[in-house]
């Protein structure tokens, strides 16, 4: 049986019809529930609708907490919500660690010492978001395919086991 785990544009354009990419997206959505996929989210998508709801104006709240209670009510029913373990963080930080080796600049690196390696390049120099960095590593964890529309280039050249479906596409 097949499993996806969906990303926050993936969720955000199933559960907005105002998004363009809305029907596609839910014909995909109702594709694998027929075909009885597992679909799971992550806490993490959760915090990062959260935060948008947080940083926006009162006449915005609304409508995304309106789009937060559909979100949880979505994943009440069959769908699973997925929460970063000590797996996780092991898996994240292979992962972050083979970014650093191809992708940070290589003057930075020269006479660092491992405590100074905390959180010194930025995720435009890896490549990918610290946010998607945790949701892929909870996709590699559990097996699952990456639903998303984000490119992530640096992280499929270091991460094979990846596997990436995007659904914002009539093609993929």
């Known amino acids: 049986m097949k499993g996806y785990l969906l990303d926050t544009n993936v969720i955000s354009d199933w559960l907005d019809e105002t ?7 839910s014909k995909r959505v109702e594709q694998a529930a027929q075909d009885q996929a597992i679909m799971l989210t992550s806490a993490i998508v959760l915090g990062e609708i ?10 915005e709240q609304h409508s995304l907490i309106e789009f937060r209670n559909h979100v949880a009510m979505q994943f ?15 898996i994240y930080g292979d992962l972050r660690a083979r970014l650093f080796k191809g992708f940070a600049p290589k ?17 435009k120099e ?8 945790w949701i892929v590593a ?3 964890e559990h097996n ?13 050249l270091i991460a094979p086991e990846l596997r990436v479906e995007d659904w914002a596409t009539a093609k993929s």
């Open 19 to 25: 998004k363009p990419r809305h029907a596609v997206v």
């Open 76 to 90: 009440a029913q069959k769908r699973v919500l997925l929460s970063a373990s000590q797996s996780t963080a092991s």
């Open 144 to 156: 699952l395919i990456l639903v998303t529309n984000d490119a992530m280039e640096h992280i499929r």
């Open 50 to 59: 959260e935060y948008g709801i947080a940083v926006t104006g009162k006449k």
């Open 126 to 133: 890896l490549g990918i978001q610290e946010n998607d960095l």
């Open 107 to 123: 003057k930075q690196i020269k006479g660092l010492r491992p405590e100074q390696l905390v959180d010194p390049i930025t995720s």
């Open 138 to 140: 909870q996709a590699i």
